[in-house]
């Protein structure tokens, strides 16, 4: 942001702590507007998450199928979770993600990019990496209370998905668009061991 | 869902309303899981939202700058809005927004798909939109305490903010893969009056 940005900026005049459940910490802070008034602003605050693009030797990615209960549907979704472990980095979070969902390592990896999933109501947002040269350890480790599938499909196959309202998770969608771009050559990743 | 998603689904128990604030309103609910255990599931209730991809007759689109205040930052964004008007339908929604935030009609209107921004803790949908034969009225008519820029760029521009990372709000990141595609010949639209 820059000074040209002025007349857009809130500033924060107070926080209050609205909730604190097991998994939803919301806040009510009062802000001053550009214009100097006052309005209330209320979200959740997220510690941020990781998604992973896993690419298989033969051309596919690798996906998971995982009832949502908030939307009640069973949801396509590239592999993904919490920045929960203190003192993790990022990748190393993707990395551990990926083994415990899937059961997958990978030789190599690649930060694509970042998005905010809702950024009226929640700081949340998640880090796109890309992986490569998986290996199958054949041994998942999901967290308590967690059941998903594991499954493969084409690129193709995936955004006909997207394309069909087969796939509607946003984290899943924007994945679906980096995928896109690398695969044309459009958008270059810097990869890494 | 099919029979085949049993041992997916999570059945609802209980519910308990955690918070009902001015923008917020949260419940948790006692859940049982495919394998017969107990979990809960905390989220955010939200009536659903519509985001609109407008194209201008010279080939550019209508983005918006805001400043989000639960990010922190000033974000670019295709136009949106909730669907908080008792009985509206969500093409009408769309129209009411594009006009309110960016002063725009639309001659021409096609739906293109829907998208869950944050399925592990909150409801919402966000109905797609794209909107061409754009007039520019003159006139918006913010909502109380809502400060946006509205400005436009080339297809090519956005991707390339995406890929960027200037980009980052998931529901734009999305549309960015619906743009690319039904520019390209790839998805097809059906545009309505």
Known sequence: MSHLDEHLIEHRQDSQELFKGKLLHA???????????????EYVVHPGAVVIVPLLDDGRVLLERQFRYPVGRVMIEFPAGKL?????????????????????TAKEWAHAGELHPVISYSTEFIDIWFARG?????RRSLDEGEHLDVFTATPEELLQWCRE???????????????????????ALDWRP
Chains 1, 2 share one sequence.
């Open 84 to 104: 929960d472990v203190p003192g993790e980095d990022k990748l190393a979070c993707a990395k551990r993600e990926l083994l415990e969902e899937t059961g997958y």
């Open 27 to 41: 806040f009510r802070d009062t802000v001053t507007l550009p214009d100097g008034g006052t309005a209330t602003r």
């Open 134 to 138: 998986l290996v199958d350890g054949g």
């Open 165 to 187: 309202g087969k796939v509607t998770d946003a984290k899943t969608l924007s994945c679906a668009l980096w995928l896109q771009n690398v695969l044309s050559g459009a958008w």
